[in-house]
Nanobody, 127 residues
Framework: VQLQASGGGSVQPGGSLRLSCAAS????????MGWFRQAPGKEREFVGM??????????FYADSVKDRFTISRDNAKNTVYLQMNSLKFEDTAVYHC???????????????????WGQGTLVTVSS
């Protein structure tokens, strides 16, 4: 599965962006997928995940983005989105999408839970 993340850019605090993760070589709805981010000088961190359709498609988010970020999926476009609202300075990072070849029970927050990764898209929140 190849993933292509896009939609990053520069935005002011309080603004919004929508990131896209387009897949090829596989049907995205069959996989649990996740969003991660890595800020300069920091380790990669979990942002959120969406279960595969066969497991209900539920979403889970890190506390730091809960109620501000939303993951959705367009099966017709084989694309997953990360809608980011009320952006803060600390949301500045390179955002990566990833899919897990093996589904696990519970919230999959570790990078090692995921098999295929997109190249990342940079989000900069600045005034």
């Amino acid at each position: 599965v190849q993933l292509q993340a896009s939609g990053g850019g520069s935005v002011q605090p309080g603004g919004s962006l929508r990131l896209s993760c387009a897949a090829s070589g596989g049907t995205l709805s069959r996989y649990t997928m996740g969003w991660f981010r890595q800020a300069p000088g920091k380790e990669r961190e979990f942002v959120g995940m969406m279960r595969r359709s066969g497991s209900g498609g539920a979403t889970f988010y890190a506390d730091s983005v809960k109620d501000r970020f939303t993951i959705s999926r367009d099966n017709a476009k084989n694309t997953v989105y990360l809608q980011m609202n009320s952006l803060k300075f600390e949301d500045t990072a390179v955002y990566h999408c990833a899919v897990a070849e093996r589904h696990k029970v519970g919230v999959m927050t570790r990078s090692t839970d995921y098999t295929y990764w997109g190249q990342g898209t940079l989000v900069t929140v600045s005034s």
